[in-house]
């Protein structure tokens, strides 16, 4: 019943290969067995959004989704798009408006913001912005520094896009 | 805290998924989106001896317009339902009801079905499912059943599934051209689980006032309930004040963290108010 199952997943662009236990949420899969510790875990029951990470592309959270259930699948954490610059101007907006004192929910933020930078369409107004991170918990900055940061960097890209275009 | 140590089994088929469960017992869940399973099993609150995961069944999953229904499968993402542009057009009181079931993160897991057959007292879609007239398809070893909705919710956390028993899909007639929506919830914080909600669709206007009216409330009882009163009263062409003080004649409202009985009773009154006057704005506007 506590037997381990073999699964197969890539993270951060590394194929990883493991026999876990069914109970082992993804989260701690991540932070445990593969030492990527800067995804958190707070609430484990989804209300915190400190252990948001993507799956196939799509923002979840670690704490409801076991490691099993992520065989097969495509999983990046904050140390991924760190690396691979994907969320630099984001980081550093976040950076330069004081979005983060102690850090604990910095990840899971950063993880949600670029969900919603990635969706397209015109640049989201503060509200859409507040909605969008309404599943994701500061207890130290007060939200307006972080909607300031993540406002900033939407209107860069979109700026960026129509120089471009 | 952490969850009990469980058994785990990924079918590929409904049919092996209703096997699996029949052979578990009562020590077998089935996972779907799991965010709300695995949410309890963190906390104890429920200890299961296997998990039957059926969210990779992909015949369960995706929306398809049938007729003049639209078939919803029980596994299709809260966030691919909220995408949809035919849930958009032909079913908008669900598109405009999906804004409000949790965060982003959640609901890129959440399942439709997921959250019918949990039957939470203060969720959306079994609110929706009752305004719509939604059709559960159910599957068992047995075989499969339809049940309404009007005979799917019994109570809090519960309904008419018998053990085992797997939802497949829900089956929603599309409404006639001329038909409206009207939804309104109060929550503590965009994205939690209503103090108080409802959702309603009314018919279109013959004589003056709407061809039918099915007014469902969520949040004030143990699960989620049509008010006939109001619908009477709808239908008899009555003000929206005089409709709004019927709104919970026949319910039985439970006071809880959020607001006491009273209160309830008049967020209820107020959004019917509301949105029946809105309507009859639009109406007024448009005419
Ligand atoms: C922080 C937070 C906030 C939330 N806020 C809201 C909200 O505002 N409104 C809202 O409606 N929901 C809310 N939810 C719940 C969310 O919508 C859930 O995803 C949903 O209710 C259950 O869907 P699921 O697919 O995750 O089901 P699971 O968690 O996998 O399963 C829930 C239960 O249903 C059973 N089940 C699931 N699918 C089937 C099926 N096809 N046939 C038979 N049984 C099945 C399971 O065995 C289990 O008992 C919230 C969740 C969280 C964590
Ligand atoms: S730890 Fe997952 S949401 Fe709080
Ligand atoms: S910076 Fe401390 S919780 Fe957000």
Redesign the interface.
């Known amino acids: 019943?506590?037997?381990t199952?073999p699964i197969t997943l890539t993270v951060n662009g590394e194929s990883v290969s493991a026999d876990v236990?069914?109970?082992v949420?993804l989260v701690d899969f991540l932070r445990e067995t593969l030492g990527l510790t800067g995804t958190h875990l707070g609430c484990?029951?989804?209300v915190c959004?400190a252990c948001?990470v993507r799956v196939d592309g799509?923002?979840?959270?670690g704490?409801?989704?076991?490691a099993?259930?992520a065989d097969g699948a495509t999983v990046e954490t904050v140390e991924g798009v760190s690396d691979s610059g994907e969320i630099a101007d984001l980081q550093d907006a976040f950076h330069r408006h004081n979005a983060l004192q102690c850090g604990f929910c910095t990840a899971g933020m950063l993880m949600?913001a670029a969900?919603?930078l990635d969706a397209g369409g015109p640049p989201p107004e503060r509200a859409e912005i507040?909605?969008?991170i309404?599943?994701?918990y500061c207890r130290c900055t007060g939200y307006q520094s972080i909607v300031d940061a993540v406002e900033e960097v939407a209107q860069a890209r979109a700026a960026d896009k129509g120089g471009q275009a | 805290?952490?969850?009990?140590?469980?058994?785990?089994q990924?079918p590929d088929t409904a049919e092996e998924a209703v096997r699996l469960a029949a052979e578990g017992g009562d020590g077998a869940r089935f996972i779907a989106g799991?965010?709300s399973l695995?949410?309890a099993?963190?906390?104890r609150l429920d200890e299961p001896?296997a998990?039957i995961?059926i969210?990779r069944i992909a015949t369960l999953r995706g929306i398809e317009r049938r007729e003049n229904r639209l078939l919803i499968g029980a596994l299709t993402r809260h966030?691919e339902v909220a995408a949809s542009p035919e849930v958009a057009r032909d079913l908008p009181l669900i598109a405009r009801a999906m804004r409000e079931v949790?965060?982003?993160?959640?609901r890129?897991?959440g399942t439709f079905g997921g959250s019918l057959a949990l039957a939470d007292p203060a969720a959306e879609m079994p609110a929706c499912a009752l305004a719509l007239d939604a059709v559960m398809h159910v599957l068992s070893p047995e075989g499969r059943r339809q049940v309404p909705a009007a005979e799917f919710f019994c109570g809090m956390y519960e309904t008419a599934l018998e053990p085992g028993e797997l939802l497949t899909g829900v089956e929603i007639p599309l409404p006639e051209p001329g038909a409206r929506h009207g939804f309104s919830e109060l929550a503590r914080?965009?994205?939690d689980y209503a103090m108080a909600g409802l959702a309603m669709m009314l018919g279109p206007r013959s004589g003056g006032v709407p061809s039918w009216a099915r007014v469902a409330f969520f949040g004030l009882s143990d699960c989620p309930a049509r008010s006939a009163a109001a619908e009477a009263a709808i239908l008899s062409g009555a003000r929206p004040e005089d409709c709004a003080a019927k709104a919970c004649e026949e319910i039985e409202v439970f006071g809880d963290l959020n607001a006491d009985e009273a209160t309830k009773r008049h967020y209820a009154e107020v959004m019917l108010r509301r949105e029946l006057t809105r309507l009859a704005n639009d109406e007024e506007r448009t005419a």
């Open positions: 019943m506590s037997a199952l236990a069914p109970r949420p484990a029951h989804g959004g948001t799509a923002a979840v959270r704490c409801l989704m076991l099993v259930q949600t969900e919603l507040r909605e969008h309404s599943g994701n | 805290m952490k969850t009990n140590a469980f058994a785990y990924r799991g965010q695995l949410a099993l963190n906390f001896e998990l995961d969210s966030a949790a965060h982003p993160a959640i890129n897991r914080r965009h994205g």
